[in-house]
């Protein structure tokens, strides 16, 4: 059961240009993650932010939740080759009874920077 | 500070062999989970637990099973492999519940069934 839905599936840039990378979900969330896995490697995690924030920054990132349009964004500002990697939008799964949510992964956005 | 490690990182099994896949994570997490990833498929849940003693089924639990006898290791048994689970699959915990935390996951186990 897909509940995150990555867009675009491959994104290629330059070094220096800004990626954009959204998510788009199905049902209502408490709060959105947002992953970086490098080829070969786990999963690491780059930000969360709950339904009631709308924007949150880290460092180069930059992510955004409208929950109206059940749609969030991840910004890379000023990308660098080493931010090439598969980048995952989860989101829990409200609708799990007690304490058991489940985070539900989208299928991933692969970007590629080149020096 | 070593995480969560998962053993071994490669694999090879033929049909109807079965295995253990070992995760163990030093962090004294009580949430960890099993996901396998496939390509075009995005990471799937298998099995989870909340804490020693519980464990229940995620989405694709058909053909693993789980334990957790400790806080620590929370390992994944292969009952009798097929060569749709051929995948990578990854452990991963949290501190508190799942919904509201960050998880941290292993380097991923790489298993192939022939």
């Known amino acids: 059961s897909q509940q995150g839905e990555e867009d675009p599936q491959a994104l290629s840039i330059q070094e220096g240009e800004n990626a954009t990378m959204n998510c788009s979900y199905k049902?209502?969330?408490?709060?959105l993650q947002w992953y970086r896995q490098n080829s070969g490697r786990g999963l690491v995690h780059l930000i969360l932010?709950?339904?009631?924030?709308r924007e949150k920054h880290s460092g180069r990132l930059r992510v955004t939740l409208d929950t109206s349009k059940k749609s969030s964004s991840l910004l890379i500002t000023a990308s660098r080759a080493a931010d090439t990697a598969s980048y995952f939008c989860?989101?829990?799964?409200?609708?799990?009874?007690?304490?058991?949510?489940?985070?539900?992964f989208g299928k991933g956005t692969k970007l590629s920077v080149k020096p | 500070n070593a995480g969560v490690t998962q053993t071994p990182k490669f694999q090879v099994l033929k049909t109807g062999q079965s295995m253990t896949l070992q995760c163990a994570q030093d962090?004294?997490?009580?949430?960890m989970s099993w996901y396998r990833q496939d390509p075009g498929m995005g990471l799937r849940l298998i099995h989870y637990?909340?804490?020693?003693?519980?464990?229940d089924q995620g989405e694709v639990p058909n053909g693993y099973n789980v334990s957790r006898s400790t806080t620590e290791d929370f390992p994944l048994r292969l009952l009798s492999a097929a060569p749709s689970q051929t995948s990578v699959y990854f452990c991963?915990?949290?501190?508190?519940?799942?919904?509201?935390?960050?998880?941290?996951f292993g380097e991923g186990s790489r298993l192939t069934v022939l």
């Open positions: 637990s909340v804490g020693a003693g519980i464990t």
């Open positions: 049902t209502s969330i408490n709060n």
């Open positions: 932010i709950r339904s009631n924030e």
């Open positions: 991963a915990s949290t501190e508190g519940r799942i919904n509201t935390g960050e998880l941290f």
């Open positions: 962090m004294n997490h009580e949430y």
């Open positions: 989860a989101t829990d799964d409200p609708h799990q009874g007690g304490s058991q949510g489940n985070l539900i």
